[in-house]
């Protein structure tokens, strides 16, 4: 299961790239593995306002719908066109051209509730829920 | 955590990398190399199922013909020695209590193939309805383990493995006892994929082997070991229905759109009466297939709606990987359920614009 040291990590399975006040946010290695292969990835809208633990993206795959939680509150500065005709992305590089949304971080203290990659592993160990 | 029954393949499962969940009290693997990889496999080489969690029944004895005959919607007099049917069986409302297949060995001796989920059900159903015949019904469900060999590289592989000549056995027609890998089996040319294929029934105790010598000799022609998440879209593009989907105790097999397995003339069966009288009528409501015109995947029990009111549900919704397309089974009013068609489908709150279409929405070439 491939954890990226560089990043922050919510319970809910997604990675948060911190980037001044901007947070790009996409789904694990071990979410993708667990969701089998995405068909469909509704992302979400520019300048729409996110709050932290809210869904605000689905993604779908073959056999299931699964909500993806934003995880921080802020406001949608740029989403991921490309899953529209490639939603597989996720799948095979969901660290990379597989994520899916930029927030902008209106509550810089809600970082500190994210987990690092360590703690991130930790978690998977022990199931993850 | 996973709970429910172990089929004699559950270690194998676990042994090829499968996924392994719950379904209707078992615990079947839903994917090994992937929902979409095993579905191509089986469309264009071959794929293994464990299918050993099917119940099976048996029924024997000079009424065995007379009990069925009264028992399922389709006509079991229609068959031949060695010959399969695909059927329904109905409530005495016309819902349906589970659809099935029916081995005929003899006149007088029959096996019944039925849904995991609905065994304890059917056999309530079954034993309820045998009073007054001369019959005896055997619950065979423990002792039978199932295989199903699918796909168009399905007949290479096996006659690696068998004498059987399997050239000269039709679709729905079977082999009551021949050695595949030095088992003694059951092999029948069914299956539930829309694809040419076998399913071979054998003691609990042969499983293993069985699917470790398929496997072997199906390296060469592209077998993969295939799941539930894929037996789902490939009966689900054949248009193949579902027990608990497209067939259900609400629904009748002539609103699923299966008419051709309802024979009213063959004499007085279980829900007769009402199906007789919708076929005279039409019904009010019927299982319709539907592309979306828009982005989105429809899924099972969204609702179905046109001009802001809810004509129906979704039965079954999925991304159809052979047509690359968002598709979908929706029971609807009759009314609107003509190809053509135009209705939403509610995803979400949102309503996506959806086209009635022809079913099967996949049909293999040749035989």
Known sequence: ?129 | MTTGKKTPLYDTHNKYGGKIVEFGGWQLPVQYAGIIEEHHAVRRQAGLFDVSHMGEVSVKGPQALAYLQRLVTNDVSKLADHQVQYTPMCYLNGGTVDDLLIYRYAQDDYLLVINAANIDKDWTWMRENSVGFDVALTNLSDQTAELALQGPNAETILRLLTDAPLDKLGYYWFYPKVIVAGKEVMLSRTGYTGEDGFEIYCRPADAAPLWEALMAAGREHGLQPTGLGCRDTLRFEAALPLYGHELSAEITPLEAGLPRFVNLEKGDFNGRAVLAQQKADGVKRKVVGFVLNERGIARAEYPVVKDGRRIGSVTTGSYAPTLEKNIGLALVEAEHGKIGENFAVEIRGKAVAATVIGKPFYKREGK
């Open chain 1, 1 to 129: 299961m491939n954890i990226l040291q560089e990043l922050k990590y919510s319970k809910d399975h997604e990675w948060v790239k911190i980037e001044g006040n901007r947070a790009t946010v996409g789904i694990t290695d071990f979410a993708q593995s667990q969701l089998g292969d995405v068909v469909f990835v509704e992302v979400p809208s520019v300048n729409a306002a996110v709050k932290s633990g809210a869904g605000f993206s689905v993604v779908e795959s073959v056999k299931a719908v699964s909500d993806i939680y934003a995880p921080l509150s802020g406001t949608v500065v740029e989403v991921n066109e490309g899953l529209t005709d490639a939603p597989e992305t996720v799948n095979s590089d969901p660290y990379g051209e597989g994520w899916i949304a930029v927030i902008e971080i209106s509550d810089a203290s809600e970082v500190a509730q994210l987990m690092d990659a360590d703690a991130y592993a930790a978690f998977i160990q022990a199931g993850g829920e």
